[in-house]
């Protein structure tokens, strides 16, 4: 089973993106589907999660900016990301059934 998470990247306060996490070996729809994201050094902070049955569900930090969903057809969970604020920045991590972890992918929000 593998994840591959991507869609990071820089871009400016206020401004946007979308992370993907395509799964390989399992289906996602199956699976609870989390995000997490992290910086060196701090703390694994849980920010948004899917259930199987499509119920979503959103860290305070990011509730009302960011919205996780899925793609069946193509196996894919998405983190959109609007508002983005510096202080979203660190390395996101796509997660499924809380031991199945993707690689990180870099986000920074520049001020």
């Known amino acids: 089973v593998q994840l591959q998470a991507c869609g990071g990247g820089l871009v400016q306060a206020g401004g946007s993106l979308r992370l993907s996490c395509t799964a390989s070996?399992?289906?996602?729809?199956?699976?609870?589907m989390r995000w997490y994201r992290q910086t060196p050094g701090k703390q694994r902070e849980w920010v948004a999660t899917i259930t199987s049955t499509g119920g979503a569900s959103y860290a305070d930090s990011v509730k009302g900016r960011f919205t996780i969903s899925r793609d069946n057809a193509k196996n894919t969970v998405y983190l959109q990301m609007i508002s983005l604020k510096p202080e979203d920045t660190t390395v996101y991590y796509c997660?499924?059934?809380?031991?199945?972890w993707g690689q990180g992918t870099l986000v920074t929000v520049s001020s």
């Open positions: 070996g399992t289906i996602v729809s199956m699976n609870v």
């Open positions: 997660n499924a059934n809380g031991y199945i």
